[in-house]
């Protein structure tokens, strides 16, 4: 398993976000596109961490606005099938970020 600390990417992401709500019941939603193997045990340790993450972060830190959408794309442990996943969720078009791990 990679030593690269995966709590770490939600939370770089917040701190380049600007708090621009008006409202204390607007929240601005971010959607970040999340491709990587969800079958695979590096795949799910990734997920899990980031997720227990953004719940950490958001529950010590209720004042911000900002609210992380993940939206996650199984690369199914494949090259050509992790494109495949970048490709379906550039068609979106609504990402501010797109991550893509590959072990």
């Known amino acids: 398993f990679s030593s690269f600390p ?11 976000l600007t708090n621009t709500a008006t409202s204390k019941n607007t929240t601005i939603p ?7 193997d969800i079958n695979g045990e590096d795949g799910k340790i990734a997920l899990s961490c980031i ?9 010590s830190n209720s004042h911000y606005k900002t609210r992380l959408l993940l939206n996650t794309r199984d690369s199914k442990g494949d090259v050509v099938a ?5 490709k379906n969720l550039c068609k979106l078009s609504t990402f501010s970020y797109l991550f893509l791990f590959y072990f």
């Not at 997720?51 to 529950?59: A, P, V």
């Open 6 to 16: 995966f709590f770490l990417i939600p939370l770089m992401i917040l701190f380049f």
């Open 30 to 36: 971010v959607n970040v596109g999340l491709v990587l």
């Open 82 to 86: 992790a494109a495949a996943a970048v």
């Open 51 to 59: 997720n227990m993450s953004l719940s950490d972060f958001y529950n």
